[in-house]
């Protein structure tokens, strides 16, 4: 970094999940603050006041001390920029609308200057976009020679703004926030249920929302719900057809019927009186309508704008009265409003496009739906309804004068509304229940026409002109007069009723080793118990055991696959730390969440230097756990036993180790009559309330080799811990445990073996020192004494050196020849580098040159060593691509006796 940028934006995460830093969504930016660590903001003269005269929304912070002024006290007192920053945003984004108000700053262990600033945000691009405005703002209230920051394009790209004009930039956000949020109706919802705690899932960019997960979800669009029949929205769209079935059972409605020309609807107006109204067959929003035509002249100009709009005309006679918004949810009506048209008030001096420009600078007011009210559009129809008034946009009208623009009073095309839901008459409720019933909505919006709401239309005249499937609720929500309605929440209700089950049950698994078999066992006794099972591992996300998608799915976007698909009843999750710390998790609580072990793996990444980093990562799987759920932890492992005083939910312990239930955590555990599994006298025991429970005998188990496979035992114990934390049935469990092989069908790349040619060839994905050491116990027990063993051995580039060597020495006592490979991405390491500092560990620990071969792909590395190999001999191979490595295997198995081939590349060589 130069001198000239004492500030650095090292990286930057979106977490949508729980994450290490907390259990809400938040933004993560990590920011180096070069030289600016020795100047907090009480050795900066001026910066506080500078900032809070820009900003002075600041000046209401509370900060650590709970009270308005409480930042600025922490700025006068001194305190690191980073923890500005996180407040900067905060308020850029508050003052563009967004409901924020929660963040963190931290250090960043063993980096001196780094922090990692956090902050809730409504929508991430324009969270982003604030965090870069924010260090912006700062960095330019800093003195001369330290304004200059590095890396802001990792955060959002320049909004092209001075840092001085908060307006613009306030606007800019705000737009951002309009543009990747949910517009009023979708938003109350979706707010609803998430008071309810019921999970929601975005589907698209727009307002396709999910409540719920798996096969309890429910969907909606705005208003309209996934038991919206289509039907009853297609009729409500066609409103000839619409008004034919009101009238057929008899709800008043107007006369009128479609025209198919404008002499038609000159005959269809004489015929019914004047004054009439003209729309479209299909409209909307109050697009082509055009009320209170009195004349042909006018006739003709409404007929126009109809036809414009929609494929077909309808002529009605106009109802008396004001237009009357009725919303009907699930047979029950829940708010009234009176819609009022869009209209200005003279004051002598001012013209009427004066005084609509005064109205629309209403904050209130926005485009379209994105605001409590719609701003007044000015366009020919605005102009022709004034002109038959009389009047135009010049007009200075007198005090007082109220001047109607519209005759529609959508507020769409800017009109207000005024609650009315205490006012109707029964007669008239009943009558809009009724309508939206024959129509066939589950949420509908009635348009009545009715001089009085209290009194009933069929003494006074009027009737319903339009039932609306997919009606705006803003009106209701925060009418411009009167009581807002709280509407949203009997339309969740209609969806999810109290007391029913918006979730599927979530089992949430991670740990260094294991991860993936424990799920694929779990899987299995669930759908020995009847559920519709979908799960996520390294290699893909499976339903009902097919495989819905290949690759690494064990981050929280696959997470989020499974819980999207109304065919599951139950989901599996593999939970890795690298999505951890990507993104958080791909849920908001599990009901059982389980770490199965913790040992060193993928550290010196991301901020992960020791194995307690790593497991202070995977400990937020237990700390998402439900109150009501459980956390499944290794009585074995000291790492896991330490997250129990963190883990939610009750404590279900696991340990493979003899007379673990004698010994600490489990013997006052389970005298309190708490859950745990064990393994005693080769059987997998059950303890609950009290009771002992043998599950199956490990002889049993097809994945455990006849006890060989003592990973697998512990895998197995680990399974049965979780499902029995469920309340699944024992008798499942055991058939689960049972069934389930160490075959690739059922296990890819997990112990699968094959015998041909006299040779023995083992796959296994172990990925790490702990893995290869349980590899190395089991190889002696199904090695040919007489034969050797041959490995492949590859690790990522992202590894430290001394992982590395290592590895080549745990490679040089287990195998007696080494094919050491790369993978197609050195991240960030030269070709070879990998092999070479694999090949020195092993050179080191003793192992001759000419045993050591280097190889730059797995699949070269897998060919030679299956040419090497001769009867006798046993294959070891540690597939990163599992498929592609099994179909090598298969063909292998499959062809003649295979030709012996050289050896590659020599490790002297290699390395120069």
């Given at each position: 970094?130069?001198?000239?940028?004492?500030?650095?934006?090292?990286?930057?995460?979106?977490?949508?999940?729980?994450?290490?830093?907390?259990?809400?969504?938040?933004?993560?930016?990590?920011?180096?603050?070069?030289?600016?660590?020795?100047?907090?903001?009480?050795?900066?003269?001026?910066?506080?006041?500078?900032?809070?005269?820009?900003?002075?929304?600041?000046?209401?912070?509370?900060?650590?001390?709970?009270?308005?002024?409480?930042?600025?006290?922490?700025?006068?007192?001194?305190?690191?920029?980073?923890?500005?920053?996180?407040?900067?945003?905060?308020?850029?984004?508050?003052?563009?609308?967004?409901?924020?108000?929660?963040?963190?700053?931290?250090?960043?262990?063993?980096?001196?200057?780094?922090?990692?600033?956090?902050?809730?945000?409504?929508?991430?691009?324009?969270?982003?976009?604030?965090?870069?405005?924010?260090?912006?703002?700062?960095?330019?209230?800093?003195?001369?020679?330290?304004?200059?920051?590095?890396?802001?394009?990792?955060?959002?790209?320049?909004?092209?703004?001075?840092?001085?004009?908060?307006?613009?930039?306030?606007?800019?956000?705000?737009?951002?926030?309009?543009?990747?949020?949910?517009?009023?109706?979708?938003?109350?919802?979706?707010?609803?249920?998430?008071?309810?705690?019921?999970?929601?899932?975005?589907?698209?960019?727009?307002?396709?929302?999910?409540?719920?997960?798996?096969?309890?979800?429910?969907?909606?669009?705005?208003?309209?719900?996934?038991?919206?029949?289509?039907?009853?929205?297609?009729?409500?769209?066609?409103?000839?057809?619409?008004?034919?079935?009101?009238?057929?059972?008899?709800?008043?409605?107007?006369?009128?019927?479609?025209?198919?020309?404008?002499?038609?609807?000159?005959?269809?107006?004489?015929?019914?009186?004047?004054?009439?109204?003209?729309?479209?067959?299909?409209?909307?929003?109050?697009?082509?309508?055009?009320?209170?035509?009195?004349?042909?002249?006018?006739?003709?100009?409404?007929?126009?704008?109809?036809?414009?709009?929609?494929?077909?005309?309808?002529?009605?006679?106009?109802?008396?009265?004001?237009?009357?918004?009725?919303?009907?949810?699930?047979?029950?009506?829940?708010?009234?409003?009176?819609?009022v048209p869009a209209s200005v008030a003279g004051d002598g001096t001012h013209s009427v496009a004066d005084l609509i420009a005064a109205v629309n600078a209403d904050p209130r007011r926005g485009a379209g739906h994105e605001a409590v009210l719609t701003r007044i559009r000015v366009d020919a129809a605005l102009e022709d309804f004034l002109a038959r008034g009389g009047r135009d946009l010049a007009t200075v009208p007198a005090p007082g004068e109220r001047v109607a623009l519209r005759g529609t009073a959508n507020l769409s095309t800017g009109g207000t509304a005024i609650d009315r839901t205490d006012d109707i008459h029964p007669d008239n409720a009943a009558i809009a229940v009724q309508a939206a019933a024959i129509v066939g909505l589950d949420v509908a919006g009635i348009d009545m026409m009715a001089p009085d709401i209290s009194r009933s239309i069929r003494e006074t005249g009027g009737g319903i002109v339009e039932v609306n499937a997919a009606p705006g609720l803003r009106m209701h929500i925060a009418p411009s007069e009167g009581s807002p309605r709280d509407v949203a929440k009997?339309?969740?209700?209609?969806?999810?009723?109290?007391?029913?089950?918006?979730?599927?049950?979530?089992?949430?698994?991670?740990?260094?080793?294991?991860?993936?078999?424990?799920?694929?066992?779990?899987?299995?006794?669930?759908?020995?118990?009847?559920?519709?099972?979908?799960?996520?591992?390294?290699?893909?996300?499976?339903?009902?055991?097919?495989?819905?998608?290949?690759?690494?799915?064990?981050?929280?976007?696959?997470?989020?696959?499974?819980?999207?698909?109304?065919?599951?009843?139950?989901?599996?999750?593999?939970?890795?730390?690298?999505?951890?710390?990507?993104?958080?998790l791909g849920f908001d609580v599990c009901d059982v969440g389980a770490v199965l072990n913790i040992s060193e793996d993928h550290l010196g990444n991301r901020g992960v230097e020791t194995v307690e980093d790593l497991a202070r990562v995977k400990s937020v799987v237990v700390q998402s756990v439900k109150r009501r759920g459980a956390s499944v932890l290794n009585a074995d492992d000291p790492l896991t036993v330490r997250m129990a005083r963190r883990a939610r939910g009750r404590i279900v312990w696991f340990a493979a180790s003899a007379g673990a239930a004698e010994r600490p955590p489990l013997a006052g555990h389970l005298a309190a009559g708490g859950m745990a599994v064990t393994h005693e006298n080769e059987t997998v025991m059950l303890y609950r309330d009290g009771e002992r429970h043998a599950i199956v005998g490990t002889g049993a188990l097809p994945s455990a080799l006849g006890g060989a496979a003592e990973f697998n035992i512990w895998n197995a114990l680990a399974a049965t811990a979780i499902a029995a934390a469920y309340d699944i049935p024992l008798s499942a469990i055991s058939a689960g445990l049972v069934s389930f092989q160490p075959s690739f069908e059922d296990s890819p790349g997990r112990l699968n073996i094959v015998d041909a040619h006299g040779v023995r060839i083992l796959v296994d994905y172990a990925h790490n020192p702990a893995a290869l050491d349980a590899l190395a116990a089991l190889?002696?027990?199904?090695?040919?004494?007489?034969?050797?063993?041959?490995?492949?051995?590859?690790?990522?580039?992202?590894?430290?050196?001394?992982?590395?060597?290592?590895?080549?020495?745990?490679?040089?006592?287990?195998?007696?020849?080494?094919?050491?490979?790369?993978?197609?991405?050195?991240?960030?390491?030269?070709r070879g580098a990998v092999n070479a500092l694999m090949a020195e560990g092993a050179l080191a620990a003793g192992k001759a040159p000419s045993a050591i071969h280097l190889l730059v792909d797995e699949e070269a590395a897998t060919d030679l060593c299956l040419a090497r190999a001769e009867p006798g001999d046993m294959i070891v191979l540690t597939p990163t691509d599992v498929d592609g490595i099994w179909a090598r295997v298969q063909a292998f198995a499959n062809s003649p006796a295979p030709l012996r081939r050289p050896p590659s590349q020599s490790p002297a060589a290699a390395l120069g």
């Open positions: 970094m130069s001198e000239a940028a004492p500030m650095h934006v090292i990286e930057r995460s979106v977490y949508r999940g729980p994450h290490v830093y907390s259990a809400r969504p938040m933004i993560r930016v990590r920011l180096d603050l070069g030289a600016l660590e020795t100047r907090p903001t009480d050795r900066l003269p001026g910066f506080a006041e500078r900032l809070v005269e820009r900003l002075p929304g600041l000046a209401a912070h509370g900060c650590s001390y709970g009270e308005p002024g409480g930042l600025v006290r922490r700025m006068k007192d001194g305190t690191w920029l980073g923890h500005v920053i996180e407040h900067v945003a905060i308020e850029l984004q508050s003052r563009a609308g967004a409901q924020v108000t929660r963040g963190k700053t931290r250090a960043v262990k063993r980096q001196p200057g780094v922090y990692d600033i956090l902050f809730c945000y409504a929508d991430a691009e324009s969270g982003l976009a604030a965090a870069r405005a924010a260090i912006e703002i700062v960095a330019d209230l800093l003195p001369p020679g330290l304004q200059a920051v590095e890396g802001l394009d990792r955060l959002a790209s320049s909004l092209d703004l001075r840092p001085d004009d908060i307006g613009a930039i306030t606007e800019a956000l705000r737009r951002l926030a309009i543009a990747n949020g949910l517009g009023p109706s979708t938003a109350a919802l979706v707010a609803e249920a998430r008071r309810r705690r019921i999970p929601v899932l975005r589907l698209d960019k727009a307002s396709l929302v999910q409540f719920g997960t798996g096969s309890r979800q429910r969907r909606i669009r705005a208003s309209v719900t996934g038991a919206t029949s289509l039907i009853g929205a297609e009729l409500a769209a066609n409103k000839q057809k619409a008004r034919l079935l009101l009238e057929s059972i008899g709800v008043p409605v107007p006369r009128g019927g479609v025209v198919g020309s404008a002499a038609d609807a000159r005959a269809a107006a004489s015929k019914l009186g004047w004054p009439v109204v003209v729309k479209p067959l299909d409209g909307n929003q109050g697009r082509g309508v055009s009320t209170g035509v009195a004349d042909e002249r006018q006739l003709d100009e409404a007929y126009a704008r109809a036809a414009a709009t929609g494929r077909r005309v309808i002529v009605e006679k106009q109802l008396p009265g004001t237009d009357h918004r009725i919303l009907v949810v699930a047979g029950t009506v829940v708010a009234v409003a009176e819609r009997p339309i969740v209700a209609s969806l999810l009723p109290k007391g029913s089950n918006s979730r599927i049950p979530i089992f949430a698994v991670t740990g260094t080793n294991g991860k993936t078999t424990t799920v694929r066992m779990v899987a299995r006794i669930l759908g020995e118990a009847g559920y519709r099972v979908g799960f996520t591992s390294t290699t893909g996300v499976y339903v009902e055991g097919r495989r819905q998608a290949a690759g690494d799915a064990s981050g929280p976007k696959s997470a989020r696959m499974i819980l999207r698909n109304p065919m599951v009843d139950a989901a599996v999750l593999e939970t890795a730390r690298g999505g951890l710390l990507r993104e958080g190889l002696p027990k199904l090695r040919d004494p007489n034969g050797r063993i041959l490995g492949v051995i590859g690790l990522p580039g992202d590894r430290r050196d001394s992982d590395l060597l290592n590895v080549g020495a745990q490679a040089a006592a287990m195998f007696d020849e080494i094919m050491f490979r790369e993978g197609p991405d050195g991240r960030g390491r030269p």
